[in-house]
């Protein structure tokens, strides 16, 4: 109920919007020059463009890693502008598959357990605004398994 009332007002104020007749007016004067007044700027309702960062950890006496897993929620629409860092900074090689709301990070360098962290960048998300959070499920594959473990969760508010 809550979330068809924040619908119809998003509605009525983008509606109210475009058909105000003094949207952009050419000021008529006896100038030669012509300008614009009453511009406006509006976002696309219910999205914005943000980077998503988690950190996961690597345990120490585990398998080296084959692949990072990441299943993200509808409300997020994801691209392959990713980034994975190291516990000193540097960046790692991947390669990066999406499959619908899949994201396949594989690395073609396993990552062993002197690699205590990896920072991950999701560099281009549109997320909902509209939803209060996005809850991305995470799982890994381990050399020589292809067998997906569950590894947790990110959570990222929407502001």
């Not at 999701?122 to 991305?136: A, G, H, R, W």
Request: aromatic share 6%; charged share 20%; proline share 5%.
């Amino acid at each position: 109920m809550k979330r068809t009332l924040i619908y119809a007002a998003i509605c009525s104020l983008a509606t109210t919007a475009l058909i105000s007749p003094d949207y952009a007016n050419a000021k008529i004067t006896n100038n030669k020059v012509a300008s614009i007044e009453n511009n406006m700027q509006s976002t696309p309702a219910g999205w914005q463009l943000v980077k998503l960062a988690f950190q996961l950890h690597v345990p120490k006496k585990g398998k080296a890693l084959s692949q990072l897993i990441i299943d993200s929620p509808s409300t997020v629409a994801i691209s392959n502008d990713i980034d994975v860092l190291d516990d000193k900074g540097q960046k790692i090689k991947i390669n990066v598959s999406l499959n619908s709301r899949k994201i396949i990070i594989d690395f073609p360098e396993p990552v062993t357990s002197s690699t205590t962290k990896l920072l991950i960048n999701l560099n281009k998300v549109y997320q909902s605004t509209l939803d209060s959070t996005s809850i991305f499920h995470l799982s890994v594959k381990v050399v020589g398994s292809d067998t997906e473990i569950p590894v947790g969760v990110a959570q990222f508010p929407t502001f």
